[in-house]
DNA sequence: TTTTATTGATTGATCAGTCAATCAAAAATA
DNA sequence: TATTTTTGATTGACTGATCAATCAATAAAA
């Protein structure tokens, strides 16, 4: 077994793996036994190839807000009026990936984490930056400065908050549904923003279903 | 010191001091010690009311509840119209006292608890059904009971996102910043789910500072 | 004397992190 | 080509620290 170049091999598979597991376990009480055990290597190399725990952890999130940003440019490419944008980043968090059980798990424990670890605060206000600024750029195509930077804080916190509600996992709504909640809010609030304009909203959709 | 009749006195001691030890930490990650020191007596003493850690953690996140709970029965008691029910259930929400940042450290440790501990999913899926059905309860005597479902949904994700943000502590968004997001979200909703009426809206407030 | 409050000391388990040793591929040398 | 040296990959065994939980003992009411 011992080929050369093993380093970014082992690197993502225990990135992968510690992904995983805190997605399973839903916590960061996971022990390098456990993540190197689903990678399928022995503690030491862990140690071997991140240093400590906390190293590892923070290559995991990185990874996490790295999918999701190849994940949101991709989708940004595709569409073309600001409003097919906004529609865009609002998909990109539903997506599946973003919305399966353990990853919204390891989302959480990344949070909760951000109340002690400053990198991983770090990363996180990053990531929330993003989405507001993400939203802030197409809103301001449609409305004055000062609307679209309520509107887009209203939004980056509904998706948010229907994240966090998922986690629960009790009458979970699902991603349609969620999708919908977050893009009535967008037109009734860029109706009342505007209510000289008609409406020309791509995807209305108010009936998602609910359960 | 050994006087009779201290059990109620050192529970809510132990519970209160838990609380703060959690909020500070930002994370259940605290030993039975930390809280026994805060609460001023040994680590045995707290195994002895307790039994164990997670009763201990349990018993605390029930305190927080029943704070909530008391909050908002007295604020709907004060409120006359469902409209200005909405409102009370909104600013309760975002009252201060829950709106300090180690409350906000709890609350976000006990969603990532919930993950593992059936316990406390059991108890966070309380709140989050009560936040629900206040809302829905109201809603219903403006609007058809389906939109009133989906507006309290809405209304409850922003609630629940606006308060996961603030725990990033990055451009804090203010309490009546949050509330008049959450305000506009519904009147927002309320004027395009029945256009016919013209809102009667309490609180419009849309200009609160952002910052 | 019985009951309640309280603690110091201890135990047993769990883990992150370290280290010296092994093994095989690759590179250097003959 | 054959042999030796170097280097990267990998692990088992160990250490030190941390903690939840237990328990026997003490002290003061009742």
Redesign the pocket.
Known sequence: ???????P??RKALVDAALRVIGDHGSL??????I?RKA??????A??????????LIETIRSLLRQLRRDTVAALKAAQTPRARLSAVIRVNFHADQFAPETIAAWLAFYAEAQRSEETRRLLVIYARRLRSNLLADLKALLPADAAERIAEGAAAMIDGLYIRQSLKSAPIGIEASIALTEDYLNALLASASPSREDGATTSNSQGQMT
């Open positions: 077994m011992p080929k050369v170049g093993m380093e091999v082992r009480a996971v022990t390098m036994s456990d190197a399928g290597v022995s503690p030491a190399l140690h071997h190839y991140f240093g400590s725990k906390e190293q590892l």
